[in-house]
């Protein structure tokens, strides 16, 4: 099966690998801090914050898509401010499949986040204070540590989601081989092209192999961080 | 030396205090639910309260028509909490050291190894908190505290979360921490036990005011002052060593009056504190003959306090200081008591618990 | 009377006398045919009483549904390749395929005010791209797509311009790119340009630069509907292709073949 496996479709791995992983990265601080907010701020606006996080989640992706473009587009406000400002584009770019991807999975990484900052009792916060530690430190040394297993279930969560992000994708910066292309969009493109059949089947392995060993690792991980932050003898 | 005015609508009552903290161990004293965890948090910063005005050597941390209020982090205040509440995810060495980084440099700090000797826990420094008992994670968390180079110490009940033999094995520490470090320490309590062994001060608190404030002896042996109730009543002596007995039982003598006690394992010479409860006095009018109990103390009737229902709370002043006795009003009519009436305030030897003889630290 | 308002009378009355009867249709139409089938539908709607349903897709993914299964009655597809596939899995009723409409291929700009672009032997629409994309519906399976290819590569202009394609799903996705601005250029039907306000047409394919355009339609052999064969007979009726015309196809098929 390797043998039949032609550029193009190595081209689809990798770019698919940089999209999510970009994705993932840059939205991890962020996803971070909103579900932290969410979690324990109370402030005007807070229930808009959540609607607006978890927007994409029920919105059809293709909406978010047509979204995206509008804002993030050459000629949208965003994309063209942040072009002439600073030369960054999404339009027809990775960089636009990696914000597709971000924003797609951003609800279900905060959700994770906010999950697992709800665990940490609060009173251990309110210990770290008495101690002489002001909030930022309180949440460095101790929420931080605490919250690191659901850190990472949440980021392996937006990576697979990212991984398999097709309908804002397609939709905000069509299929361009190479920029594009991700694997979600060139199985679509092989599903429909004639004879693609073949084509779409090894792409799906190479989707199922790679989320397979996504969950792995993150398993893994989590394990280990899990039994030092429960306090045991690691 | 800590100086708190509050005041802050509970559910049920008004709390209305103001009271002074000095050096030595306070015991803010009262029932579950008279507003004692709400005064310490109060002052730790935790909670606003609703006007107030509090003063930590001489620096304001909370003063509500200035619209001051340090947070947390700012005020240097130690808490230790009952339920310990140690970093998981750090080793007790970590625990210990996390306050001491955030502490000014110029402030006094303890020395580490000093901290560990004294609470006995250079075993425990490499372990997680997940991994000790109760007794342990309390012992840590006042070293953290104290660690933390802070200007005032705070205990909400620490020891309520332990057993009868571990609150014995963790007194001792206070009293150390009580002894040997100058922080002063503010502790609150509904036992009178923990009062009896540790306060130097009192400040006595029910339904959201303050009965009384002093030192131990002086709020202990005020009658009227109940606020545990009367069943948990009890004044302090204080007495020194004179020598052990080979039938197991040890001498005290306190203001020349001798004292015998169920052996206490402190050196011939040692100063010592007794909390007599008050339902363990008995008092008779004349020198009583032929009684089994060892402890006779003359005195004369300092004052009378009836109580709700068949009983009365009398304060009798001795040579060895003063000592509550709750008997029957009954009792008090037959026996025709009142104030300067000489009688003598009888005492079990056996009655005494061990819990209730600490070591010294004022009590007058 | 004709035929078709005679079976058009008759089905009034039938409807009127058992209205619990009112049939269903349900349509998968190329999407270049939005505009117009969407009149239509409510045209035969009125006209016979019946409900029409149709959906639009790219015709490469209308046809893989189909062939999947999905529960079409009729379908128009926008190049006879994705029709014969249909036809290769025994899925067309047989008899009912016929030639419907034809239509031009044109080069859109997004600016009102875009040059006209010569068609000659000097055309370098890559030059013209600069950094911009060219939109276009997917050059391998969408017909408005292949058939774009086709001409550029019969213009010599397929080699410098494919790394500038952008391939949306499908030729309507490809013309809301050129009116957004988003692409400065696009390739789609005379039809969809003169549907949509915001782009304006800088050239038309000549005829011969690529494969006759012509949208087959046919009735599906597992349909249950009893109204395809009315149905199909409409979309060569008079009233049909008026509509069609006005957007700008060219009606192959009349209601006397």
Not at chain 3, 231 to 253: I, M
Request: overall charge neutral.
């Amino acid at each position: 099966m390797i043998d039949g496996v032609t550029p193009a479709e190595w081209e689809a791995v990798r770019l698919s690998l940089r999209v999510a992983t970009t994705a993932t990265l840059v939205s991890l601080p962020l996803g971070v801090v909103v579900a932290y907010a969410l979690a324990r701020w109370r402030f005007p606006g807070r229930e808009l914050l959540n609607i607006a996080v978890h927007l994409p989640l029920i919105m059809p992706p293709v909406v978010t898509g047509y979204l995206l473009l509008l804002a993030f587009g050459t000629q949208g406000p965003i994309g063209g401010l942040l072009d002439r400002a600073f030369g960054v584009t999404f339009a027809f770019r990775w960089t636009g499949a990696a914000l597709a991807s971000g924003v797609m999975a951003f609800p279900f990484l905060v959700r994770a986040v906010r999950l697992s900052i709800e665990a940490v009792d609060p009173k251990l916060e309110q210990a770290a204070a008495t101690l002489g530690a002001a909030r930022p430190w309180v949440f460095l040394t101790v929420t931080l540590p605490l919250i690191v297993p659901g850190v990472i279930a949440g980021t392996v969560l937006a990576f697979a989601k990212g991984m398999g992000e097709f309908g804002a994708t397609i939709t905000f910066v069509s299929n361009i081989p190479g920029q594009t292309q991700t694997i979600p969009l060139a199985i679509d493109l092989a599903l429909e092209t004639p004879g693609g059949a073949a084509r779409a089947a090894r792409l799906a392995v190479f989707s199922i192999i790679l989320a397979a060993l996504a969950l792995a690792l993150s398993e893994w991980v989590s394990r280990r961080v899990a039994a030092r932050v429960g306090g045991r003898d690691a | 030396m800590l100086e708190v005015t509050l005041k802050q609508e509970l559910p049920g009552f008004t709390l209305d205090v103001s009271f002074e903290v000095p050096t030595g161990l306070t015991v803010l004293f009262g029932r579950s639910g008279a507003g004692k965890t709400s005064i310490v948090n109060a002052v730790a910063g935790l909670s606003r309260p609703q006007a107030g005005r509090i003063v930590a050597d001489g620096r304001v941390l909370l003063d509500t028509d200035a619209g001051t209020c340090l947070p947390p982090h700012r005020r240097r205040i130690g808490y230790i909490f009952q339920e310990g509440r140690l970093f998981p995810h750090m080793t007790v060495r970590r625990n210990l050291a996390y306050g001491a980084r955030f502490a000014p440099r110029d402030a006094p700090r303890e020395d580490m190894g000093r901290v560990v000797e004294m609470l006995a826990i250079g075993d425990l420094l490499d372990r997680r908190p997940g991994a000790l008992s109760g007794g342990e994670k309390q012992r840590v968390a006042i070293g953290r505290a104290l660690l933390a180079a802070p200007r005032l110490i705070l205990a909400d009940e620490p020891l309520a979360a332990l057993d009868e033999e571990r609150k014995g094995e963790i007194l001792p520490y206070f009293e150390r921490l009580r002894d040997e470090v100058q922080v002063p320490i503010l502790y609150v309590s509904h036992a009178a036990s923990e009062v009896g062994r540790l306060a130097t001060s009192v400040v006595a608190l029910a339904d959201g005011k303050v009965l009384r404030q002093g030192s131990a002896a002086e709020v202990l042996g005020d009658p009227a002052v109940l606020p545990a109730g009367a069943r948990e009543a009890g004044a302090i002596l204080a007495a020194r060593v004179v020598r052990h007995h080979a039938d197991g039982l040890t001498e005290l003598e306190a203001g020349g009056v001798p004292l015998f006690l169920p052996r206490i394992g402190r050196a011939s010479g040692a100063p010592v504190r007794l909390r007599i409860a008050a339902h363990d006095v008995i008092l008779s009018r004349d020198l009583p003959r032929g009684l089994s109990a060892l402890n006779i103390l003359p005195g004369t009737v300092a004052a009378l306090r009836p109580g709700a229902g068949p009983g009365v709370m009398v304060a009798v002043d001795t040579p060895a200081g003063r000592v509550l006795a709750r008997i029957t009003e009954r009792s008090a009519r037959a026996l025709d008591l009142a104030e300067g009436a000489a009688l003598h305030a009888i005492v079990k030897t056996v009655s005494v618990a061990p819990g209730d003889v600490g070591g010294s630290g004022a009590a007058a | 009377m004709t035929p078709a308002a005679l079976s058009g009378a008759a089905a009034i009355a039938l409807s009127l006398a058992a209205p619990a009867a009112a049939e269903e249709i349900t349509v998968f139409a190329a999407s270049s045919l939005t505009n117009a089938m969407t009149e239509i539908e409510a045209g035969f709607e009125a006209a016979t009483g019946h409900a029409v349903t149709v959906a639009f897709a790219g015709s490469s993914a209308l046809a893989r549904q189909i062939r999947q299964g999905a529960p079409a009655d009729v379908f128009i597809s926008a190049n006879p390749d994705w029709m014969d596939a249909v036809a290769a899995d025994g899925l067309l009723a047989p008899g009912t395929r016929v030639d419907l409409l034809s239509n031009a291929l044109v080069l859109i700009a997004a600016k009102a005010d875009a040059a006209p672009v010569e068609f000659g032997p000097d055309m370098d629409l890559s030059a013209l791209l600069g950094n911009g994309r060219l939109a276009m519906a997917l050059v391998e399976a969408v017909p408005a797509g292949t058939y774009g290819k086709a001409a550029l590569t019969s213009l010599d202009q397929w080699e410098a311009v494919a790394p500038k394609v952008a391939q949306a799903k499908n030729v309507r996705a490809a013309l809301a790119l050129v009116a957004l601005g988003e692409a400065p250029y696009g390739i789609v039907y005379a039809t969809d340009a003169r549907a949509e306000g915001a782009v304006s047409v800088v050239g038309h394919f000549p005829a011969d630069s690529h494969p006759p355009i012509t949208y087959p339609a046919a009735a599906l052999a597992r349909s249950e509907s009893s109204l395809t064969g009315d149905f199909l007979a409409y979309l060569r009726g008079p009233a049909a292709r008026a509509l069609f015309e006005a957007e700008g196809f060219t009606a192959l098929a009349s209601a006397d073949d």
